[in-house]
């Protein structure tokens, strides 16, 4: 797999809080991608960034936002999160065509 | 923005017999469609993908067929095993780098 991580791999929290998930590359790959996957949905882009500090939004993106200030690292943000924000969520990074995944966080807000 | 739509949602499959997973996507700028297996829990992995100047690529027992008249390409895997049991989702790459992924194929093959 390529050098991707995600952290933390399991989150457990309540209604209203914020939460923040990283990625972390050591590929040094341009792009990074954020996608949740609920079941009978796919994989739905969220947010991705093609630089440091260069993001744009993705299909889903209300209730998200994401930073870059390292080309390795990509947080997303769930300000106050809410039960329909319960899903797993992946990373993904890549240069030109090819996407690479991460384990992905598997997220449950009460 | 780009609409990939997968079917089916299910196949089961004999052991030895051919899957075909069959998308189609509404943007004609898309030229990049790659295809994903992901085993239960795990995340997805890149099996084979086509750029839109290529008719149909092949590795070993996985073909991918691109038809850009029709908006639609397919996945074919021969001579199916018991390890090919995963869920499959294409993905359309329009202008940009932003992926649009299918629903998903649940593969079963029985042995």
């Known amino acids: 797999d390529a050098g991707i991580t995600q952290s933390p791999r399991h989150k457990v929290t309540e209604t209203g809080t914020p939460v923040t998930l990283r990625c972390h590359q050591t590929?040094?790959?341009?792009?990074m991608y954020w996608y949740r996957q609920d079941p009978g949905h796919g994989l739905r882009l969220i947010h991705y960034s093609y630089g440091v500090k260069d993001t744009d939004k993705g299909e889903v993106s209300d209730g998200y936002s994401v930073s870059r200030s390292k080309t390795e690292d990509f947080l997303l943000t769930l300000e106050s999160a809410t039960s329909s924000q319960t899903s797993v969520y992946f990373c993904a990074i890549g240069n030109t065509d090819t996407q690479y995944f991460g384990p992905g966080t598997r997220l449950t807000v009460l | 923005g780009e609409n990939v739509e997968q079917h089916p949602s299910t196949l089961s499959v004999q052991e030895g017999d051919s899957a075909v997973i069959k998308c189609t996507y509404s943007d004609s700028a898309s030229n990049y469609f790659p295809w994903y297996k992901q085993e239960l829990g795990k995340r997805p992995q890149l099996i084979i993908d086509?750029?839109?100047?290529?008719g149909e690529k092949k590795d070993q027992r996985i073909a991918v067929t691109l038809n850009k008249t029709a908006k639609h390409f397919s996945l074919h895997i021969t001579e199916t095993q018991p390890e090919d049991s995963a869920v499959y989702f294409c993905?359309?790459?329009?202008?940009?780098?932003?992926?649009?992924f299918g629903t998903g194929t649940s593969l079963t093959v029985i042995p």
């Open positions: 086509i750029r839109s100047n290529v």
């Open positions: 590929e040094n790959h341009r792009y």
């Open positions: 993905a359309a790459r329009p202008l940009g780098n932003q992926f649009y």
